[in-house]
Structure formats: structure tokens, C-alpha cells
């Protein structure tokens, strides 16, 4: 079922991410990708996430289309200013990728490519009125379109660290939903308690909310989150079951597959991250029994 119906129709989307390769060698990603095929509502395409160089998201974005997935195509503002946005937008329908979203993108200092300069022209508030704007029929110029392109908008809810910081994301959700956003994907979720406590003071905020499973590596991986992923809590309990697990790797994709199963009960889909554990993506669908 198509991500627009699947949405629509209220049931559980899963989507799974894939970065692209650094390069031009796609012969593990198209791989990694079969074994997606059929058991993935959609692929989420990062462009260089991390701020790290990568094969574009949109070049990704149609290896996916061939290989039968439905791809999301994700566009960093950090990286290109209103008119390459709207350019690639019209590039992204043109290809028959009409799922499409943005982030604001890290900071260049955190990437591969330090003389970098970040653009931020618009930030994904922005991206999404340029959405809006050429599915009008005309550009952010208020220019007219020789035909105009159709989306399917998502947008994500920022992190937050208190009540207060909750309500202004919730409020946020809600105006990227009136702007045009059909699906809105949250940040990692390792407490589904707090989650649930969240989504239940948000309420219903017309469009499905996919939370984010980022797939835990190591000990040392939950603790860097803990100390640098602003609103992020990777408990100790979690950190105890990874470090005393006699197959830690094993382990962390278990966590990933009970926080699925949770998010089921309490959302509208799950967004699976690996960050370049790909290949670990079948292995969380068949905990996860899906």
C-alpha cells in the first residue's frame, strides 16, 4: 500500500532510513534495499546527514523507485537556497517522488567537509510553504508554474527537554499540518512512557505521528547520545541490558524491535534508523514481527 494510503487510512506505517553511499559504488545499497521490498511501508532517503558528503538524496531517492521501494526524499536547508529547494522540488515530482521532506541539517563543523559554507536560506518551516507554494501553482516569487507538482509533506517535531518545550513543539506539529504536512516524525524514542505522555497531551493533531527508533550500537553509543542529543534519555536500564548482554549487537536490535512493538499501540508509524547498519534492518522487522 502506497505511503499517502497507508496514512489516509490510518494503519501503521513502517519506514525504514538509508543513507546513500559516499560514492558511487550502490551495489550494498540497492542490496540492502531487496531485502526491504515488501515488508516497508516507505524508505526515508537522509541527504548527507551529519553534514558528511554522500551520494544525493534524490540520486537514492530513484535507485529506490527501481528496486520497487516508495522512497521519501529528504532536502537539508543547510545546503541550498529557495530556488535550488524549489528546483529540486519540481525534480523530486518529475520523478515520481512525491514523498518528500526537509530538516534543517547539522552543522557543516560536524562533517567530512569543514571549509563547507551552510546556506539556511529557508529553514523547514520555510521548505514546507515553498511546497505549498508550487503545488498553488506558483513559486515562493509568487511567479506562476507551467503546471504544477502534488506532494505527500512530511515534517518533523523537534525535540524538547520540558513541559513548557513540549506545548511550543506541539503547537509547532499543528501549524506544519495546516501548512500542508501529511505525516510528522518525532524525535528518537527510548522512553514510551514519556512518548505516550506526550502524544496524549498533544492530541489529536491531524496527521499521523511516526516515531523514531534509532537503533542503538554500543554502550558508548547511548552515553554520547545522553550527553549531546538535546531532550534524549537513553535510560540506565537501557545501557545495563546492552552492556551485560552476551551478544550486545543482538541485543540492541531487540531494544529496537520492542520499541516498534510499542510505538504500535500508541502512534501512527515507526521510522527505523540504523545509521549505516542497513543491513540490520530485516533482523528488527522479524523481532519486531513484521
Known amino acids: 500500500m502506497a505511503l499517502t494510503d497507508t496514512l489516509k487510512a490510518k494503519q501503521f506505517a513502517i519506514i525504514a532510513e538509508m543513507e546513500t553511499p559516499k560514492g558511487v559504488d550502490v551495489s550494498d545499497f540497492v542490496a540492502n534495499a531487496r531485502h526491504l521490498k515488501g515488508r516497508v511501508t516507505a524508505v526515508l532517503v537522509p541527504d548527507m546527514g551529519y553534514a558528511v558528503m554522500r551520494l544525493s538524496a534524490l540520486a537514492g531517492a530513484v535507485l529506490l523507485k527501481e528496486q520497487g521501494l516508495e522512497p521519501i526524499v529528504q532536502f537539508s536547508c543547510r545546503d541550498r537556497n529557495?530556488?535550488?529547494?524549489?528546483?529540486?522540488?519540481?525534480?523530486?515530482?518529475?520523478?515520481?517522488?512525491?514523498?518528500?521532506?526537509?530538516?534543517?541539517?547539522?552543522?557543516?563543523?560536524?562533517?567530512?567537509?569543514?571549509?563547507?559554507?551552510?546556506?539556511?536560506?529557508?529553514?523547514?518551516?520555510?521548505?514546507?510553504?515553498?511546497?505549498?507554494?508550487?503545488?498553488?501553482?506558483?513559486?515562493?516569487?509568487?511567479?506562476?508554474?507551467?503546471?504544477?507538482?502534488?506532494f505527500c509533506l512530511g515534517a518533523r517535531i523537534d525535540s524538547w527537554q520540558d513541559q513548557a518545550e513540549a506545548a511550543q513543539r506541539i503547537g509547532e506539529a499543528k501549524a506544519a499540518v495546516d501548512k500542508g504536512a501529511q505525516f510528522l516524525v518525532s524525535p528518537p524514542v527510548f522512553d514510551l512512557d514519556a512518548f505516550g505522555g506526550f502524544l496524549e497531551k498533544a492530541g489529536d493533531l491531524g496527521a499521523p505521528v511516526v516515531?523514531?527508533?534509532?537503533?542503538?550500537?554500543?554502550?558508548?553509543?547511548?552515553?554520547?547520545?545522553?550527553?549531546?542529543?538535546?531532550?534524549?534519555?537513553?535510560?540506565?536500564?537501557?545501557?545495563?541490558?546492552?552492556?551485560?548482554?552476551?551478544?550486545?549487537?543482538?541485543?540492541?536490535?531487540?531494544?529496537?524491535?520492542?520499541?516498534?512493538?510499542?510505538?504500535?499501540?500508541?502512534?501512527?508509524?515507526?521510522?527505523?534508523?540504523?545509521?549505516?547498519?542497513?543491513?540490520?534492518?530485516?533482523?528488527?522487522?522479524?523481532?519486531?514481527?513484521?
Open 82 to 150: 529557495r530556488l535550488a529547494l524549489q528546483s529540486d522540488l519540481l525534480g523530486a515530482h518529475i520523478l515520481g517522488l512525491p514523498a518528500v521532506m526537509a530538516v534543517a541539517g547539522e552543522p557543516v563543523e560536524m562533517g567530512d567537509n569543514l571549509e563547507a559554507k551552510p546556506v539556511n536560506d529557508l529553514d523547514p518551516k520555510g521548505f514546507i510553504a515553498a511546497a505549498a507554494a508550487l503545488m498553488s501553482g506558483k513559486d515562493l516569487g509568487a511567479k506562476p508554474l507551467k503546471g504544477a507538482p502534488s
Open 211 to 290: 516515531g523514531s527508533v534509532l537503533l542503538l550500537k554500543s554502550v558508548g553509543m547511548a552515553r554520547y547520545l545522553n550527553q549531546n542529543l538535546k531532550g534524549v534519555e537513553v535510560s540506565e536500564d537501557l545501557i545495563r541490558r546492552i552492556r551485560t548482554a552476551s551478544d550486545r549487537p543482538a541485543e540492541c536490535v531487540k531494544i529496537a524491535a520492542e520499541t516498534v512493538k510499542g510505538l504500535k499501540k500508541i502512534c501512527g508509524g515507526a521510522l527505523l534508523v540504523t545509521t549505516g547498519w542497513e543491513n540490520r534492518l530485516p533482523e528488527i522487522l522479524d523481532e519486531a514481527g513484521l
